[in-house]
Nanobody, 114 residues
Framework: VQLQASGGGLVQPGGSLRLSCAAS????????MGWYRQAPGEQRDMVAT???????NYADFVKGRFTISRDSAKNTVDLQMNSLRPEDTAVYYC?????????WGQGTLVTVSS
């Protein structure tokens, strides 16, 4: 399976961005999908995940600000990010659990700065 992420960029504090990820190839084995992020010098952290049935899970540091959504028919997962903070600056990675293995997209950079 291949995961293609898009939508990163530069935004001012308090602004919004929407990330999108599309899965292609052998998509039949996809289970959970989600987004992780990694800031320079930091570990990769879970941001939000969504199950095939739509159950969502968020990291505490994005609750109330970010919303994950999934279209299982189109094999896409989006992340709406509102009220962005400088500490949200990171490379964001699309994720899928594929035949019980981790699959990752190429990453998209989100920079929150004035």
């Amino acid at each position: 399976v291949q995961l293609q992420a898009s939508g990163g960029g530069l935004v001012q504090p308090g602004g919004s961005l929407r990330l999108s990820c599309a899965a292609s190839g052998n998509v039949f084995g996809i289970d959970n999908m989600g987004w992780y992020r990694q800031a320079p010098g930091e570990q990769r952290d879970m941001v939000a995940t969504v199950t095939p049935s739509g159950t969502t899970n968020y990291a505490d540091f994005v609750k109330g600000r970010f919303t994950i959504s999934r279209d299982s028919a189109k094999n896409t997962v989006d992340l709406q990010m509102n009220s962005l903070r400088p500490e949200d600056t990171a490379v964001y990675y699309c994720y899928a659990l594929w035949y019980q293995k981790d699959a990752w997209g190429q990453g998209t950079l989100v920079t929150v700065s004035s």
